[in-house]
């Protein structure tokens, strides 16, 4: 963000850290990232759509790290978990946050953060739901060779931006999809069928009793199941 305020930014310029201490998650939570073991890296891009287009974006982002994650442990089955989780095996391994720059009318910035653990190993006490893309297969230079590949996958999405495609891409991938889910609002747990995200990024959920409900982020908790 100091090299957009400064004017030094590029678009496709990356900002990566070996060791990050207090990173940005969503809803001004923290993302820690252990020494060389996680990835932390930041995209600018200037993204060229206007800004009705800010939530496909969003999805264009995510689905792009899926596929590169993919592409680089194919043994891996990997899920977009709404709004901005990356699960493998049931386990939060990242997330991505979006903060974008607007100038006047115009999406002049996005700065694409994203947070992967590689390395962890086994259940971490204080975060029993996190887990990491480590496995048999894994390669001491597997974070650089990540980060190259994501870098390619994600621009190479922006850059066609298909955005129906994207769409059926982001459903397909999203965690949960078609089945039963809890939640937690207002201290109470309740459950609803998980139908997709919509335009505006608003989780379509469908009750028990058939009832529609589009869920906003940050009006309820998702409850992970105790197994």
């Known amino acids: 963000m100091r090299l957009i305020d400064d004017d030094k930014a590029q678009n496709g310029q990356i900002v990566s850290a070996r060791h990050q201490f207090n990173g940005k998650g969503q809803r001004s939570r923290i993302w820690t990232a252990t020494k060389d073991k996680s990835l932390a890296m930041s995209i600018i891009v200037q993204p060229n759509l206007t800004l009705s287009k800010m939530i496909a974006f969003n999805k264009a982002i995510a689905v792009a790290i899926i596929q ?12 977009i978990k709404w709004p901005n989780d990356i699960i493998c095996d049931d386990k939060k391994a990242g997330g991505v946050l979006i903060e974008n720059v607007i100038r006047g009318q115009q999406w002049a910035y996005s700065v694409i953060g994203i947070g992967i653990n590689v390395f962890q190993e086994g259940p971490l006490a204080d975060l029993p739901h996190a887990g990491s893309l480590f496995h048999e297969d894994s390669k001491p230079n597997d974070i650089n060779d990540l980060m190259i590949e994501l870098y390619a996958t994600i621009l190479k999405q922006i850059t066609t931006f298909k955005e129906a495609e994207i769409n059926i891409f982001y459903h397909t991938l999203l965690y949960k999809k078609a089945q039963l889910q809890r939640f937690k609002s207002d201290a109470i747990i309740w459950e609803a069928f998980i139908e997709g995200v919509d335009e505006k990024g608003d ?3 469908t009750k028990p009793d058939g009832s529609l409900l589009q869920l906003k982020h940050g009006e309820a908790e998702w409850v992970w199941d105790t197994q």
Not at 68 to 79: D, Q, R, S, V
């Open 68 to 79: 590169a994650i993919h592409n680089f442990y194919p043994t891996l089955t990997c899920y």
């Open 203 to 205: 989780l379509i959920l």
